[in-house]
């Protein structure tokens, strides 16, 4: 698995990137099949090309998988880093500003 360098990339392209991505996880949500470029670029209004080098770079990144003729995620990359260390922090800090956020109320 490759991990982009996301400080090389500009914000338009990341932000495609996780708009695709988020389009593929609401299908798995959905309980759909695999969901192809096509559909995924229906979704946003997007050109199919814009479409493809996102799902190119999320399966580069493992955060994507082909399955059949479409994609779903892999939860397999997530499961990777619910224990990461950095992910314990952003934990720490969403319950300490919901309880600053408690405490003001």
């Not at 990359?77 to 309880?99: G, P």
């Amino acid at each position: 698995m490759k991990h982009r360098d996301y400080r090389r990339k500009h914000v338009g392209a990341v932000a495609e990137e996780n708009f695709v991505a988020a389009v593929v996880v609401d299908n798995d949500d959905a309980g759909k099949p695999p969901i192809s470029v096509s559909g995924i670029a229906q979704a946003l209004n997007m050109p199919r090309s814009n479409v493809g080098r996102a799902v190119n770079a999320l399966v580069d990144q493992g955060r994507i998988r082909k399955e059949g003729r479409g994609y779903v995620t892999d939860l397999d990359f997530f499961a990777e880093r619910i224990n990461a260390d950095y992910f314990k922090n952003i934990q720490k800090a969403i319950i300490t500003a919901a309880r600053e956020l408690q405490n003001m109320g």
